[in-house]
C-alpha cells in the first residue's frame, strides 16, 4: 500500500478532533447514496414505462412495413415467397389499409379498416387472433341464410358503437361508385366476431379487422393490397433489414419499393421518451452535486485542520503530487462509499417494486396500473461512473490547496 493511500485511509477512519467535519463527512456519504439511489429507481422506471410501451406497440404493429411506390401492389405474393428467403424474417402478411366510417344500431364513428389474411396476420401481429375471422357468423333473414363476414373491432371502439361479440354492424368506405345521382359509398354489413384490447386507446378506439378478400371487393381494388407487413428474430436489426429487402426486390423485380421499420415510425413516441430520460438523469445528477459540494467544504475543513500534518509530511520528503493524492483519495474513498451504499439501495428498492408492486397507479389515467420496472446494468454502470467521476471532480481544488502549503509558515504558527 502506497504511505498516501494508507495516511488518507487513517484520516477516514480516525475520531477526528472537530465534530462538524465528521459530521460533514457522513452528510456527504448520505447525500451521495440518496442521489445514487434515487437516479437508479427512476432510470430503471423510466426504462420499464419504456420497454412496456414498445411491447405493447410490437403487439399491434409489425417490424417492418413494405409499400410499393406509384401503380396497386399485385405482385405481393411473390414478394412474400421471396420474403421466406431473408434472413432474419420471421413471418410477413399482406394487408389493406383504409379510412372508414362504422355504423351501428347505438352509433357511428370514425375507424382504420385493414383488411388481412387470417391464416398469417396472427404470426406478425401477436395481440390479434386472425383464427376468428376464417368462420362467418349466419343471419336469418326472409327465411334465407346469408352469410355475414366477421370483423374484428378494438374494445374501446367497441364501446363507442355500443355493440359486442356477435352483433351487426355496416362498414362505410368512401370508395364506392358513381351513380346518376352521383358518388355513392360503399356499404356492407359485418358481424362483430371478436374484440382485441392492446392497453392503448390509440389502438383499441380506432382499429378494425376483416378478412383481406372482403377488404379487396369493400374497397374495388381487385387483387391488390395496401403492402406487406413483416417481423423479425431480432428487432435491433429492423433498419439493416429493411434495406436488404428494399435493394433485393428492385434488382429482381424492377420497382421501386420503400420499407419503414417500427422506430421511424413510431421516432417522435421514443424520442421523447429519450430526452426525457435523459433530462431526468441530470436533474436527479444534481443530488449528487449538491453532496460532492459536502466533500468539497470537508476537505477544505480537514485541510485546515491537518497543517501540521502536511507540514510535517512536507518536511520528511513528502512531493506536492503525494499531499495532493491524500486528499483525493480520501475524497474519493467517501465518493466510493456512498455510491456502493447507492447501488444496493437502488437496486434493492427496484427489486421490491417489481416483485410486491405495491405501488398502484390510477388505471383512468395510466394504460398500466403498477410501476413497471426494468433494471439495466449499463444505467446502473453509467450512473455509478457519474457520481463517481462527480466526486473526484469536487477533491481536485481541496487537494490543489493542500500542496501548494507552505511548510515553513506551518511551522512558524
Known amino acids: 500500500m502506497s504511505f498516501e493511500l494508507f495516511i488518507s485511509r487513517r484520516y477516514l477512519r480516525s475520531k477526528q478532533r472537530h465534530t462538524f467535519i465528521s459530521l460533514i463527512t457522513w452528510l456527504s456519504v448520505a447525500g451521495v447514496t440518496v442521489g445514487v439511489m434515487a437516479l437508479i429507481v427512476v432510470i430503471a422506471v423510466m426504462a420499464g414505462f419504456e420497454s412496456d410501451l414498445k411491447s405493447r406497440i410490437l403487439g399491434v404493429e409489425s417490424h417492418i412495413v413494405l409499400m410499393r411506390y406509384g401503380s396497386e401492389f399485385t405482385e405481393y405474393r411473390e414478394v412474400l415467397e421471396y420474403l421466406k428467403s431473408v434472413q432474419g424474417v420471421e413471418a410477413a402478411t399482406p394487408f389493406i389499409y383504409s379510412q372508414t366510417m362504422l355504423r351501428s344500431a347505438a352509433g357511428l364513428s370514425g375507424a382504420v379498416l385493414r383488411g388481412i389474411d387470417p391464416a398469417s396476420a396472427g404470426k406478425v401481429i401477436k395481440n390479434l387472433d386472425g383464427t376468428a375471422l376464417q368462420t362467418s357468423e349466419s343471419d336469418e333473414s326472409e327465411d334465407e341464410a346469408i352469410k355475414v363476414p366477421g370483423i374484428i373491432l378494438g374494445k374501446e371502439l367497441a364501446k363507442t358503437l355500443g355493440v359486442g361479440e356477435g352483433d351487426m354492424i355496416y362498414v362505410i368506405s368512401p370508395r364506392g361508385m358513381v351513380s346518376p345521382v352521383g358518388h355513392l359509398p360503399a356499404m356492407k354489413r359485418f358481424s362483430v366476431a371478436a374484440l382485441f384490447e392492446s392497453g392503448m386507446y390509440e389502438y383499441d378506439g380506432s382499429l378494425a379487422y376483416i378478412r383481406l378478400d372482403e377488404a379487396q371487393r369493400l374497397l374495388h381494388i381487385n387483387d391488390a393490397v395496401t403492402g406487406i407487413e413483416i417481423r423479425l428474430k431480432r428487432i435491433d436489426e429492423a433498419k439493416k433489414i429493411a434495406e436488404k429487402i428494399v435493394n433485393g426486390l428492385a434488382l429482381k423485380y424492377r420497382q421501386k419499393y ?26 436527479l445528477a444534481l443530488i449528487v452535486l449538491v453532496a460532492a459540494f459536502n466533500i468539497a467544504s470537508s476537505l477544505i475543513m480537514m485541510v485546515m485542520e491537518k497543517t501540521r500534518d502536511i507540514a510535517i509530511l512536507k518536511a520528511m520528503g513528502a512531493t506536492d503530487r503525494s499531499i495532493r493524492k491524500i486528499f483525493i ?6 465518493g466510493l462509499l456512498g455510491t456502493t451504499f447507492g447501488v444496493i439501495l437502488g437496486s434493492l428498492l427496484c427489486f421490491l417494486l417489481k416483485k410486491y408492486q405495491f405501488i398502484k397507479l390510477p388505471p383512468d389515467v395510466y394504460y398500466i396500473t403498477t410501476l413497471p420496472v426494468q433494471l439495466e446494468f449499463l444505467d446502473v454502470f453509467i450512473i455509478a461512473v457519474s457520481a463517481m467521476v462527480i466526486c473526484f471532480i469536487s477533491t481536485l481544488y481541496p487537494a490543489r490547496q493542500a500542496s501548494k502549503l507552505n511548510p515553513v509558515e506551518a511551522f512558524r504558527y
Open 258 to 283: 420503400w420499407a419503414r421499420d417500427w422506430m421511424q415510425m413510431n421516432r417522435n413516441l421514443f424520442s421523447a421518451l429519450q430526452l426525457e430520460k435523459t433530462v431526468m438523469f441530470i436533474i
Open 329 to 334: 483519495f480520501k475524497g474519493m474513498s467517501i
